[in-house]
Protein backbone atom coordinates (compact mmCIF):
# COMPACT_ATOMS: atom_id res chain seq x y z
CA UNK A 1 0.00 0.00 0.00
CA UNK A 2 1.46 3.23 -0.74
CA UNK A 3 -1.07 5.41 -0.16
CA UNK A 4 -0.64 8.27 2.10
CA UNK A 5 -2.77 7.99 5.17
CA UNK A 6 -4.13 11.51 6.00
CA UNK A 7 -5.39 12.01 9.89
CA UNK A 8 -9.20 13.13 10.51
CA UNK A 9 -7.76 17.25 10.70
CA UNK A 10 -6.30 16.82 7.45
CA UNK A 11 -9.50 15.23 5.82
CA UNK A 12 -11.65 18.15 6.58
CA UNK A 13 -9.29 20.63 5.97
CA UNK A 14 -8.78 18.95 2.17
CA UNK A 15 -12.87 18.59 1.95
CA UNK A 16 -12.81 22.56 3.50
CA UNK A 17 -15.21 20.92 6.30
CA UNK A 18 -15.40 20.63 10.06
CA UNK A 19 -13.92 17.50 11.51
CA UNK A 20 -16.70 16.75 12.52
CA UNK A 21 -17.96 15.51 9.09
CA UNK A 22 -15.28 13.06 8.82
CA UNK A 23 -15.89 11.33 11.53
CA UNK A 24 -19.55 10.71 10.55
CA UNK A 25 -18.07 9.34 7.78
CA UNK A 26 -15.77 6.75 9.68
CA UNK A 27 -18.99 6.10 12.21
CA UNK A 28 -21.23 5.71 9.25
CA UNK A 29 -18.84 2.84 7.52
CA UNK A 30 -19.54 5.31 4.25
CA UNK A 31 -15.54 5.56 3.84
CA UNK A 32 -12.87 3.47 4.31
CA UNK A 33 -10.84 4.05 6.98
CA UNK A 34 -7.47 2.41 8.92
CA UNK A 35 -7.39 2.39 12.67
CA UNK A 36 -4.04 2.82 14.11
CA UNK A 37 -4.12 2.37 18.13
CA UNK A 38 -6.58 4.84 18.92
CA UNK A 39 -6.37 6.71 15.33
CA UNK A 40 -8.05 6.81 12.41
CA UNK A 41 -6.41 6.90 9.41
CA UNK A 42 -8.16 7.45 5.99
CA UNK A 43 -6.50 6.30 2.41
CA UNK A 44 -5.97 9.47 -0.02
CA UNK A 45 -7.13 6.72 -2.39
CA UNK A 46 -10.63 5.95 -0.31
CA UNK A 47 -11.12 9.62 0.03
CA UNK A 48 -10.73 10.36 -3.93
CA UNK A 49 -13.30 7.30 -4.30
CA UNK A 50 -15.66 8.84 -2.06
CA UNK A 51 -15.60 11.82 -3.52
CA UNK A 52 -15.96 10.73 -6.85
CA UNK A 53 -18.89 8.01 -5.78
CA UNK A 54 -20.32 11.55 -4.43
CA UNK A 55 -19.98 13.58 -7.34
CA UNK A 56 -22.87 14.64 -9.22
CA UNK A 57 -21.68 15.00 -13.11
CA UNK A 58 -23.99 17.74 -15.25
CA UNK A 59 -27.30 16.21 -17.51
CA UNK A 60 -26.56 16.64 -21.42
CA UNK A 61 -29.77 18.63 -22.93
CA UNK A 62 -30.76 16.99 -25.71
CA UNK A 63 -31.83 18.80 -28.68
CA UNK A 64 -35.77 19.07 -29.82
CA UNK A 65 -35.89 17.21 -32.64
CA UNK A 66 -37.92 19.86 -34.35
CA UNK A 67 -37.33 23.59 -34.53
CA UNK A 68 -39.37 25.76 -32.17
CA UNK A 69 -43.28 26.35 -32.67
CA UNK A 70 -44.17 29.63 -34.39
Do not use: C
Not at 11 to 30: C, D, I, K, Q, S
Not at 38 to 61: C, G, K, W, Y
Amino acid sequence: MTDRLLSVAEVAEWLGTTERFPRRLVAERRVTFVKVGRHVRIPESALADFIDANTVRPMQRRRPRYGRAA
